[in-house]
């Protein structure tokens, strides 16, 4: 997975940014965004609200299926107005806002003695529930390999030991994660 530049970073962060005060403040989505390079891109991305350090919102596409400029649009607008676990934002939390976006690998197979904290995301599917951790959340709250996996489980709406059936599937993926917070000055 190619890294991104830091122009690229800071266009996607803005794009995010735009994105949230245009769904917050307007009720709607910007009306033009990127379809060349990087954001022509087909790739799976998780945006990060965070609102005087607090979580605010995530909302994420794993499989690739529009193009990145498209996604993130959408995934920082729904991550504003639609995370089932937090009230829509209202436009006085704007000046306190920050912005994480993560973008995804492709999703491998992975046994659970493979996974490394901090490196991998996790992605346990059960049947029709399928629950998703991105590699940050492991580190933010000091998670155990078990505990990464219990967490993700409990996510699906899973029993903490359904990674252990037979019929489980376990896939990890890595994230190319930048914020606006890398850039002192904003973006």
């Not at 492709?106 to 995301?121: D, N």
Request: proline share 6%; with cysteine; charged share 25%.
């Amino acid at each position: 997975m190619p890294s991104l530049s830091e122009a690229d970073q800071r266009a996607a962060l803005q794009l995010a940014r735009t994105a949230v005060v245009d769904a917050v403040s307007h009720r709607k989505l910007p009306d033009v965004f990127p379809r060349e390079g990087v954001f022509a891109e087909c790739r799976g991305v998780f945006v990060t609200l965070h609102v005087r350090n607090r979580l605010q919102g995530c909302i994420g596409v794993i499989e690739a299926k529009e193009p990145l400029g498209e996604a993130i649009i959408r995934c920082a607008a729904s991550a504003a107005l639609e995370d089932p676990r937090f009230a829509p934002m209202k436009p006085d939390q704007l000046a306190d806002l920050s912005i994480e976006i993560s973008l995804l690998s492709a999703m491998e197979p992975i046994f659970p003695e493979s996974i490394e904290i901090g490196r991998h995301g996790l992605l346990v599917r059960l049947h029709a529930q399928r629950g998703l951790l991105l590699p940050q959340v492991a580190i933010e709250h000091r998670l155990t390999r078990e505990q990464f996996l219990e967490e993700t489980c409990h996510k699906a709406g899973l029993p903490r030991e359904a990674w252990r059936d037979p019929e489980a599937h376990l896939f990890g993926f890595t994230c190319e994660v930048f914020s606006e917070s890398s850039y002192r000055g904003g973006v």
